[in-house]
């Protein structure tokens, strides 16, 4: 049996254009379930919102998220880490990719470049206030 930690991320009103954003930057698998479909409570002000959503993306990646009702608290979303470990040179192309995708948009608080440790970091805040950390070994022999 296999543990796994999965980021959820929480917006006020706009988790089905973040999601589709990710989902068109990082490609994988979207679906959705809005608060009508889940909870059918006749909800004027949540029936739109986005009650679930589930992101999956290769390398066993899975990102969720939701809308939070306007009588709940949003309170930020964190930071997401992603991170190569300098044993596949395909994985550090496609983190590349993915951090030019997500970039559109965004704020590059540290731009991708060769950090002190050897590696490539970077780091932005993406145009829903997500920050997205890199970090992209340097391949090793």
């Known amino acids: 049996m296999a543990i796994g930690m999965t980021p959820y991320l929480r917006f006020a009103g706009d988790a089905r254009e973040a999601m589709e954003f990710y989902n068109s930057a990082l490609g994988g698998e979207l679906s959705m379930m809005t608060f009508q479909e889940g909870m059918n409570d006749?909800?004027?002000?949540?029936?739109?919102?986005?009650?679930?959503?589930s992101l999956f993306i290769e390398r066993g990646i899975h990102l969720m998220a939701s809308d939070t009702p306007p009588e709940m608290n949003v309170t930020g979303n964190g930071v997401i880490a992603l991170s190569s470990d300098?044993?596949?040179?395909?994985?550090?192309?496609?983190?590349?990719?993915?951090?030019?995708?997500?970039?559109?948009?965004?704020?590059?608080?540290?731009?991708?470049?060769?950090?002190?440790?050897?590696?490539?970091?970077?780091?932005l805040r993406d145009k829903f206030g997500v920050v997205w950390m890199f970090n992209i070994s340097a391949v090793r022999d």
């Open 42 to 53: 006749g909800n004027p002000a949540t029936a739109d919102l986005i009650m679930h959503s």
């Open 86 to 123: 300098a044993t596949e040179e395909a994985d550090d192309a496609v983190l590349s990719k993915w951090w030019e995708a997500l970039s559109a948009g965004s704020t590059i608080e540290m731009p991708l470049e060769k950090a002190p440790w050897g590696d490539s970091f970077g780091q």
